[in-house]
């Protein structure tokens, strides 16, 4: 495991337990509520941390139980590392003791009491974003994706599961690195979309049978080219003919590739994606809810509140009052 991880990105390190829970809610975007589970505790609390497209990966390092809640109408995964000591976690009735060899999967909606082993315990939490494991998700099956509910227990000992870890750990090293060759969105995105690869394919969860009985037929070339520049160009202007273009088809091919593997259209797939990166920043950042919207391309405020509306349950208005 990665040793001293995210060192220069420290939020708070402090001896009052209060800023480690509000520190976890701020590096979390708002997709979490913390509570103390029990009396507060004392000793050193700290939480390192980095925020990207559809991730955020944390350090936690205290002797603090704590509940963390998902905020209604959020919609992450969280994959939980131990790097020394040994945390309880229990979901419902599903409980693991996590460690260096056992990492928990929470699914979104779900609520999860950490309790530290003893005061030295270290862990790491990854946030990983719904919409991304769908789209990988259909990228390996080549059909429309329901939600994916995943096994909470992940077990690091098994070739599977560190492969997992390895990818996490090159992720933080990445994140530390000073070339900035490696600082690159794009980058970040490649790796974060390999992490979810494997925990698709390493980790049971709803879809892992028909994920199984599924030939190797990844998409078509055409559609990866399309997905791949939609999303390298998202805030800029897109259109069919210019996405036709990028896969190099007509515009009448692209959108039956796009129905038939994705059961939607092109430039859906394009609205709903820029309203998932809107989501995030609303969440995570303190731009207003205009600025924000036009800087992913919507031009219509008005149809954007809409979308916004149909697609998350709540208007955006409702998403920054929880930030």
């Known amino acids: 495991m990665v040793s001293g991880p995210l060192r220069d990105f420290v939020i708070t390190k402090s001896g009052n337990p209060v800023n480690l829970l ?33 991730f955020t990966i944390g350090y936690f390092a205290s002797p603090q139980a704590v509940r963390v809640g998902a905020v209604p109408g959020s919609e992450s995964y969280f994959v939980n590392l131990g790097l020394a000591g040994e945390i309880s976690a229990s979901i419902g009735a599903g ?9 928990g999967v929470v699914n979104p909606g779900d609520i999860q009491d950490l309790r530290p082993g003893r005061p030295g315990t270290r862990f790491l939490g990854l946030r990983i974003g719904a919409g991304l494991v769908r789209r990988e998700l259909e990228a390996l099956t080549g059909r429309p994706a329901s939600a994916v509910r995943f096994d909470f227990p992940l077990d690091l000992s098994l070739p599977s599961g560190k492969t ?43 879809h892992t049978a028909a994920l199984r009985e599924t030939p190797a037929t990844p998409h078509p070339r055409v559609l990866r080219s399309a997905i791949a520049f939609v999303e390298a160009n998202l805030a800029e202007p897109l259109s069919l003919g210019r996405i036709a273009e990028a896969a190099g088809c007509s515009a009448r091919t692209i959108s039956e590739a796009f ?20 989501r995030q920043e609303l969440l995570s950042t303190g731009d207003q809810i205009g600025e924000t919207a036009y800087r992913w391309g919507m031009t219509h405020l008005g149809r954007f509140a809409r979308d916004y509306r149909s697609r998350f349950g709540e208007p955006p208005s409702a998403t920054t009052a929880r930030r």
Do not use: N
């Not at 593997?261 to 309203?275: E, F, H």
């Open 259 to 278: 129905r038939e593997k994705l059961g939607t259209s092109p430039m859906r797939y394009v609205r709903d994606l820029r309203l998932d990166r809107i």
């Open 22 to 54: 509000d520190a976890a809610t701020r590096l979390f975007g708002g997709e979490v509520t913390t509570s103390p589970l029990g009396p507060l505790a004392g000793g050193e609390h700290e939480v390192r941390g980095v925020a990207g497209t559809d």
């Open 95 to 103: 409980r693991a003791v996590l460690g260096l060899t056992r990492a």
């Open 164 to 206: 997992v870890l390895l990818l996490i750990e090159s992720l933080i090293e990445q994140l530390a690195s000073g070339d900035p060759l490696l600082q690159r969105e794009e980058l970040r995105r490649s790796q974060i979309r390999c992490i979810v690869t494997a925990l698709l394919l390493a980790q049971p969860h709803t």
